[in-house]
């Protein structure tokens, strides 16, 4: 065995924590004399093994935001907080739809958790049930937000062999009727002004029986970018004739958003049925925009120069109930969940100079609007008992079911090329697709905890998971050759354990070790239209070809330690994650794309936070991550190399939190920033390797000031103060992309506004 990588891991571990150590020297002379927040730090209680402890208890890397400093910061969306995170970056992944789909914008979102990335290999939860990683719930009303990393598909399942990601929204209270209102309006560069209104109320019904408490928002951000047509290109832009009578436009404050939501939930505590609690819960969100939010060649350019009009749009409309029953007894507690998620995404795209240009050659433009249709439907069911033992073991045993459906509808009709190519199409009609598919996932899971001593515990686990996949492509139309129907059907077992050893060296000062699992399901690719034939050839996969399921193993040594009485929190990882048979999304010069198995890949790195109360009133974070992850065995068909950088992985991120209050007579004000980091990247989405598309580093700076009087709060806030624009990622359209031109996802740029809060 190669002991190398175990012990450049411990030193490491030794150098993070020698770090940690240090800045807590400079305050060891510090002493709380209360536990309040002005002097010390507020443990935070999460459930990351399905049993409620505090986070620095537990034995594995994670990071939590609580509800309170996400209302603090005016953290409202994912990549709001997403940033904060250690070792989690994002980019754009290939979408969830049919063969050739691309990512759409509605469906775009790639999460990557120490370095593994790609498509569903990081899980999102919704309180206990997994939602597409996609979506981006509006953060109102939310208890905490909590980010596990490394493999946790022994208690979350075969999409969290990177990490998982959970948001816990709040329960209503028995016995309290509380609420909020909060209004903002903003103004940003290049865009105008926006606002945002949400209020939260929690009613006791029956006074220690039954609770209501509902929540809702609506909100408008401007759009930033100018679409032209019919008038000069993009120099950079390959260019064919204008049609005759072609008129010449514009559009300002394309991609503006509206965003709208309600969230209702009830807790229901039957007096005759000692220890039963009911929670039904229901949540809708309603996403639209008038445009693709995307700048063109660059950050900075902000006009979308277009030969023809011819629209955008995105459109997401989603609901999720669930149920929950909860029963306490005297051993521990069962709890039994279902849940339904709906989703309708539409995607309109402009895939005019993709369609004249590189399919067809034509002699001059033609419109090619190209909507695309994602409707997913999923259903959930979950039932486990979490121990709560006298002696020295605890275990949470439990069986999992979930059905998703997934509808993915496309339609290429552009008018007038039939007559653009001389009749050699013979309908304006390009390309239809219709395709169903659904996944199946059968699972029961064991982890059971073992106190050897009162300092020294080991834990197992073991999820056995029973997958399938179902789909058809059905499609018609010149491009495709024309009607197609194939249908296929892919299905697998597969194993997740993990081993956990824990040990306390006094109180507040914990080490662990550990080593996990995690697997993604495989299936089978769609048969793709005559066109891509010869692309296939070249890369010697076959049409219809499956792919299996990949995995990884993951070890980690960690340490979570107390500091100056209570003034100073570490949390110290370091890892290594070895990655086999990866599913790799291929794009086909035909703009299809197919996913095969590529090779291996190796990830080392670690993460350090540390929560510190320096001095009365002010309370700091500071958190980065470190991480190396490259290709280590590659394919002819992924078109990889040995020593690639993963795609969109910067190799650091960092970040720091400050949050500082002044007493001022009756009135407290406060001053609250964050600073956060991301490396530089190289993106493989549209440029093949060994070239790439490098996107450099950034940082985002976002500042608020305030005063509170009683219930009231009013701020005032500078978004990206210092106006940095960084690239987030490229989009990988539904059409293909021509040469050497991205669509870039951007930070927003500088925004400032006026916030009013009143709670009561």
């Known amino acids: 065995m190669n002991m190398r990588p175990i012990r450049r891991a411990c030193g490491v571990l030794g150098v993070f924590s020698g770090l940690g150590i240090g800045i807590v020297l400079q305050h060891s002379a510090l002493s709380a004399e209360t536990e309040d927040a002005s002097t010390g730090l507020e443990a935070i209680v999460v459930t990351a093994q399905r049993r409620t ?146 209020g939260t109320l929690n009613i006791p019904l029956i006074p220690e029986m039954v609770a209501l408490r509902a929540s809702a928002f609506s909100a408008f951000d401007p759009g930033l970018f100018t679409r032209t047509w019919g008038g000069p290109l993009n120099p950079q832009s390959l260019i064919i004739p204008y049609p005759p009578d072609v008129p010449e436009g514009q559009k300002d404050h394309v991609g503006a958003q509206q965003n709208t939501g309600v969230m209702v939930s009830l807790a229901i505590t039957p007096g005759g049925i000692p220890g039963l609690s009911v929670t039904p819960m229901f949540m809708y969100q309603h996403y639209n925009t008038n445009g693709e939010a995307l700048a063109d060649y660059a950050a900075d350019d902000f006009v979308q120069t277009r030969p023809m009009d011819v629209p955008e749009e995105v459109e997401d409309r989603w609901s999720f109930a669930a149920l929950t029953l909860k029963q306490q007894t005297e051993f521990g507690r069962f709890v039994a969940y279902g849940s339904y998620f709906y989703r309708n995404a539409l995607d309109l795209e402009d895939t005019t100079e993709v369609t004249s240009i590189l399919f067809y050659n ?115 139309g010149n491009e495709n050759g024309g009607p197609s129907d194939a249908y296929s059907d892919h299905g697998e077992t597969d194993t997740a354990p993990r081993f956990t050893a824990k040990y306390q060296l006094a109180p507040g000062q914990m080490l662990y070790a550990s080593a996990a699992k995690g697997f993604r399901i495989g299936g089978v690719n769609s048969i793709l239209p005559p066109i891509c034939y010869s692309s296939l050839a070249a890369l010697g996969i076959t049409n219809g070809q499956s792919f299996k399921t990949d995995s990884l193993w993951s070890y980690e040594l960690g340490a979570k330690n107390i500091w100056a009485d209570g003034r100073v929190s570490s949390r110290v990882a370091v890892y290594r994650i070895d990655w086999q048979g990866i599913q790799r999304a291929i794009f086909l010069p035909c703009t299809y794309n197919v996913v095969a198995n590529s090779g291996a890949a190796v990830s080392t790195g670690g993460e350090v936070e540390l929560d510190l109360a320096p001095i009365p009133h002010l309370l700091l974070n500071a958190a980065a991550g470190i991480k ?52 530089s990247r190289t993106s493989f989405n549209n440029v093949a390797p060994p070239a790439g598309l490098a996107m450099p580093a950034y940082s985002v700076v976002n500042l608020r000031v305030g005063l509170n009087q009683g219930p009231w709060e009013f701020a005032l806030f500078s978004r990206n103060l210092f106006n940095k624009l960084g690239v987030v990622g490229d989009e990988i359209g539904y059409s293909g992309q021509l040469p050497d031109r991205p669509r870039l996802f951007v930070t927003r740029p500088r925004s400032i506004g006026l916030q009013l809060h009143r709670a009561f």
């Open 362 to 476: 034509l002699p001059y433009y033609v419109p090619a609007p190209l909507p695309n249709t994602l409707i997913t439907r999923t259903w959930t069911g979950e039932a486990r008992f979490e121990s709560d033992l006298k002696g020295p073991v605890d275990f949470v045993v439990g069986v999992y079911d979930s059905v998703s459906e997934r509808q993915f509808i496309e339609s290429l009709d552009a008018p007038g090329i039939n007559a653009a190519t001389g009749g050699a199409i013979g309908t304006d009609l390009i390309y239809t697709q219709n395709s169903p598919n659904a996944d199946r996932q059968l699972a029961e899971f064991l982890d059971v905890t073992y106190k050897v001593t009162d300092a020294f515990q080991l834990s197992g686990g073991v999820r056995r998971a029973k997958l399938n996949d179902q789909g058809t492509y059905i499609a018609n």
């Open 628 to 679: 190396n992850a490259k290709i280590t065995e590659a394919t002819v068909q992924s078109g990889t190399y040995v020593g690639q950088p993963l795609n969109e992985v910067p190799k650091w991120t960092s970040s720091l939190v400050a949050q500082y209050s002044m007493p001022l007579g009756t009135h407290t004000g406060f001053i609250r920033g964050d600073w956060t980091y991301t490396g």
């Open 53 to 198: 402890e505090k986070m620095q208890d537990v034995p594995i890397s994670m990071s939590a935001i609580t509800g309170t400093t996400l209302e603090n910061l005016g953290l409202k969306s994912f990549n709001d907080y997403s940033a904060l995170i250690p070792n989690l970056s994002v980019g754009v992944g290939s979408g969830a739809g049919g063969a050739g789909s691309g990512a759409g914008v509605s469906s775009s979102r790639a999460v990557a958790i120490r370095g593994v990335a790609g498509n569903n290999t990081t899980a999102l939860y919704l309180d206990d049930t997994p939602v597409p990683l996609s979506l981006d719930p509006r953060v109102i009303d939310i208890d905490r937000v909590e980010v596990l990393r490394g493999p946790q598909g022994t208690l979350f399942g075969a999409g969290s062999m990177g990490g998982t990601i959970r948001l816990v929204t709040r329960q209503p209270s028995l016995d309290q009727t509380s609420g909020s209102v909060d209004t903002e309006g903003s103004y940003v560069d290049h865009g105008g002004g926006g606002y945002s209104v949400n």
